[in-house]
């Protein structure tokens, strides 16, 4: 049988995500430059929401695109309102270069967010050796900075649930994965490979998956109606 809400919560680690997280969301101007002013009022207005947690450069903040000085003043922009509205915050250090991932990791560790997230480098489909590598070299970077991975439905390499548990096994600072979900079995199995693993689900599937134990939604649906949630 499926852990009731309640319950799955409870046996999460304290420092573990849980809940709604609003994604941070770039405004754009006519000129196709980041519109910073704009920005900052569209995370202010999200954290003022109610919403668990925000978090920058997912899909939607077109991290792919950034340069690194945007990032960086991106994130120091999120962690100033962020702390204002005593909101935790995550960051996302996703790149498809494994070294500027990391050097990503090393700058904004000085923020002190809740957690970094991060993709798979995937300018090709990286091995299981690779993989390991790679989220290993970030567990020694910041070893006290909790990590969550984000496998999308697009990733050029979709881990399995145990592939998952076999990192989490060998970096103890991975505690949680945004990951698409999936049919009742996909949980029962997640239950089995994962107990105590933070898991989240799209937004457009938190229903369905807080039901079935997914602990929360790094979410496309609260960053554009976050009072609907």
Known sequence: ???EPDDHLTHLPAHAPRGVWGAVMLAIDDRRAIDWEATA???ARLCATGVDGIYSNGTACEFHCQTEPEFDRLCDLVATIAGRARLPFQIGISQSNPRVARERLMRMSALRPAAVQFTLPDWWPPSDGEVMRFVGGLGETAPDMPLVLYN???AKRRLTLERIARLRAAVP???GAKLPGGETSWYADMHRELPGFSVF????MLATGFAHGAHGSYSNIACLSPKAR
């Open 173 to 175: 600072s991975l505690v």
């Open 201 to 204: 689900v799209p937004g457009h």
């Open 1 to 3: 049988m499926l852990a």
């Open 41 to 43: 009022e569209t995370i």
């Open 152 to 154: 999308p439905p697009h």
